[in-house]
């Protein structure tokens, strides 16, 4: 007797035959035809650094600009040596990646590991109409088999099937809608990029030098003025660039994030996948009550493979009751301004004499929470279900002042989740008490498959109105 229905709840047999996984195999894909052109650079720049160092030196240009042709064909030649030996497809729940041609490789990634993938435009790339497509997996420690270079609308749809295969929805099913939440206005990243410390910091070391330069007469120290003011342009250029255009929706796949002036980046932040929260808010920011949300997600601490950091901002500048509404998105339930702080005793101030009071921590059923600074304050949040490993550190003055300090460990990443010069018996109890915490709050978290969040998606928009 087959499975039988009855007032709409199906009943399965208790006996399954296995699917069959070659239903599920594609075929083997490649990557553009341009990607040889825009990977052959490498090549290229390699070797005009090791053949045109001579032509240079001894003014010979028509020798190096034949090196540099030869160079240039050497690049694309290479560069199409290696598009050629590379190609992908999805076998059953892995995402299996050959490539190298020199020396083989296949990497085999599982669709239900992955962390996040996104999806980044360079700028010669957006003017060839290409992407690539960077998959991060739990436990990597860089970008994992990065896909470069797709077209546009292929890398879309692969994105979309890794998504709805590692929520095991059918492949073909189409990428989920959007709804955004938050806009970043250029004005609002401008301005907090300029009163930012690292810029702040600049400055003054420019008008220092200029001030010193000018009273003792000294035209050497002018001579620095020019790298150092460029120095500074470029903290508020690279920033500006960077997050550009910054947009956070939510879809049921989780937060999607879109930035980027030249360079753009899109990337998703699945539900569940977050590890730990830092709220940033420098000293000028806080007449505005402007603040930073960073994440920890697995894979994203580490290098990407042209190592370059891979992006942990959840928000780069917003007023705090919108950040602090997208951070209940992130971790529903969680509202760290109820959660009650403990301050540093006051032997904290031995070794901390100035901002020993801003030394706190917290925890509730739901976080761990963690305050330190006074130019520029930090709070680290980490959900107890997402610790890694709790430990105690106590440095020579620590025990001499009956002090230590006690690290709650969240994947690498942009959280440091420590509270600083706890006593001794404070920092033994939170270290026995916190694995307790995470046992429990394991045990009811739910599940952590993309696209099953429990967080209705229907509600107002309230907080979001915009920076």
Known sequence: MGPREADGVRSEPALELEPDLSATVTELRRLHPVTPVLNG???FAIAVAVIGQDAVRQL????????LAAALVLGVV??????????????????????????????????DRLQAVDIVRPVLARLLGVAELRLEVAGGGKTEAPLAYLTEPGAQQLRAELLARAAGLDADTPEAPERRLVAVPPGVLLASTVVSAPFLTAALGFVAVAITSTVLGEVVGL??????ALGGLGVVWRQFISEFGFTVSESPDGLRIRKGMLDTWAQTVPPGRVQGVEIEQQLLWRPKTWVKLSVDVAGYGGKGSNGNQTSSTLLPVAPWPVARALLQRVLPGVDTDEVERMVAPRS?????????????HGTDERVFVTDAGWLTRRTAVVPHAKMQSVRVTQGPLQRRLGL??????????PVNAVAIHR???????????????????RQI??????????????????????V
């Open 404 to 413: 230590a300090n006690v690290h709650v460990d969240t994947p690498v990443g």
């Open 423 to 441: 006593s001794s018996a404070v920092a033994r109890e939170l270290a026995e008490k916190q694995p307790e915490r995470s046992r429990r709050a």
């Open 41 to 43: 650079w490498k090549y």
């Open 78 to 111: 290479l560069g199409s040596f290696s598009w050629w030996f590379t190609k992908y497809r999805i076998e059953g729940d892995e995402l299996r990646i050959e490539s190298g041609f020199l020396f083989r490789r296949s990497r085999r990634i599982r669709i």
């Open 348 to 360: 904290a101030r031995w070794l901390r004499p100035i901002g020993w009071r801003y030394l706190r």
């Open 60 to 67: 010979e240009f028509g020798l190096f600009g034949i090196q």
């Open 223 to 228: 001579a620095f003025l020019l790298p150092w």
């Open 445 to 466: 978290a739910g599940p952590e498959r993309w696209m099953q969040s429990t967080r209705d998606h229907d509600r107002d928009h309230e907080g979001f109105a915009g």
